[in-house]
């Protein structure tokens, strides 16, 4: 994508040019290297426009949005402008009518007076509690440019480790996706009209093949109504499991019950809450305050209240980090070891840092063997099913070959 770009060196002296950049925020990595001041980006015409992300009822803000607002903000204050200016950039430079109308809207809330975090903390649901104590904790502090730039580099990472877990789960899911196309064109189109030959012929099927067929032959029969029963219930499902805590706890449950599963979703837990809560005790936020923030985080049930009790069970009641988190059983002996040496020692941000790093390389690879894991069984379930109705309709072409 090819970007114009405005910007200015220290000596006032004031540069414009085009860049050829994978997205916004490596342009502005770019002008840091180069020593420039930013002051206006625009994707210039010609270009495929990255593509707009919708809500159920409007338009959303994405990863990437909050990725090159809060860079942007960073590298902005770190070279001198202040947050008006910057702000008032921002919304020259942003195309997206749900980002511009946010920073309108932190904008008039600092003319009247009120804190920056303010304005994020009315919209949790693109503004978790994380980035707003974050911002809140830089701007109590007089650091707001470093702790933005940190917050930074955490969406990117967060946002890279994403896309990889998609990426790596894009073939099984294309796969099953496919699969479940073929068997329902195959059961619901080809084997009934096997079945109407066979079912009306003097010669009866054996058992199995007269089932297969009779499925084959309710379905026909039935498509109209069986395809909104299906959709409905996969959106009720998909609700279920997603909205309601009854059923994230379900799903955790289910999900840690089976072997390959369980390991990827802890080192998930564990990779978030190492980062989340190295950002907030760098950033200068009380531990019990950290740990309550990051209870609400890190996305598993059994995490979370892990967290809660080592927070108002634990540290509340005078033990010290690391006694808190030998109590719980969540946290493998290695994490809890390394958390209390480190606390000893006066750096438990950095370990808790590298744990991140740590756990994020163990991801990938974790990732990868659940789907060398998953597509041989897939492909053995689709195999036995088409091999079942493959049967179901030789037996009877058999036995009646047999009986000529």
Do not use: C
């Amino acid at each position: 994508m090819r970007f114009y770009y405005i910007a200015s060196h220290p000596n006032g002296q004031v540069v414009e040019g085009n860049i050829e950049a994978q997205n916004p925020s490596a342009v502005l990595d770019w002008m840091l290297s180069q020593g420039l001041r930013p002051v206006s980006i625009k994707a210039i015409g010609g270009v495929e426009t990255k593509k707009k992300r919708f809500a159920l009822f409007g338009e959303r803000i994405a990863v990437e949005d909050k990725v090159f607002l809060t860079k942007y903000l960073a590298l902005m204050l770190r070279v001198g402008t202040d947050l008006f200016r910057a702000i008032d950039i921002l919304i020259a430079d942003f195309d997206k009518p749900v980002m511009r109308s946010l920073l309108v809207e932190v904008r008039d809330t600092l003319a009247k007076g009120q804190p920056f975090y303010t304005t994020f903390a009315k919209y949790p649901k693109y503004f978790p509690s994380v980035y707003v104590n974050l911002i809140k904790a830089g701007e109590t502090s007089g650091n707001l440019d470093g702790v933005l730039d940190r917050l930074s580099k955490d969406l990117e990472k967060e946002w890279a480790l994403r896309n990889r877990i998609k990426s790596t789960l894009i073939y099984p899911i294309i796969l099953v996706g496919l699969s479940l196309l073929v068997l329902f064109l195959m059961v619901s189109f080809a084997l009934p009209k096997i079945a109407e030959t066979f079912m009306g012929g003097a010669l009866e099927p054996p058992l199995f093949s007269r089932v297969v067929f009779t499925i084959g032959l309710f379905l026909k029969d039935f498509t109209w109504l069986i395809m909104p029963l299906l959709i409905i219930s996969a959106f009720g499902l998909w609700f279920f499991f997603k909205r309601t805590l009854v059923g994230r706890r379900l799903m955790e449950r289910l999900a840690y019950r089976l072997p390959v599963i369980r390991e990827v979703m802890k080192k998930i837990s564990l990779e978030r809450f190492a980062s989340v809560f190295s950002s907030l005790i760098r950033s200068g936020t009380p531990i019990l305050e950290a740990i309550e923030i990051t209870a609400d985080a890190v996305g598993s049930v059994e995490l979370k209240q892990s967290l809660i009790r080592i927070s108002r069970e634990g540290i509340a009641k005078g033990l010290t980090v690391g006694e808190a988190f030998r109590r719980e059983v969540y946290f493998p002996r290695v994490v809890v070891n390394l958390i209390a040496v480190s606390e000893r020692g006066g750096h438990l941000e950095e370990v808790l840092e590298t744990l991140a790093d740590f756990y994020e390389s163990e991801i990938d690879s974790s990732i990868k063997i659940l789907v060398s894991f998953l597509e041989p069984i897939l492909l053995l379930f689709i195999g036995l099913v088409v091999g079942g109705i493959a049967l179901a309709v030789i037996i009877p072409v058999y036995q009646l070959v047999s009986s000529i």
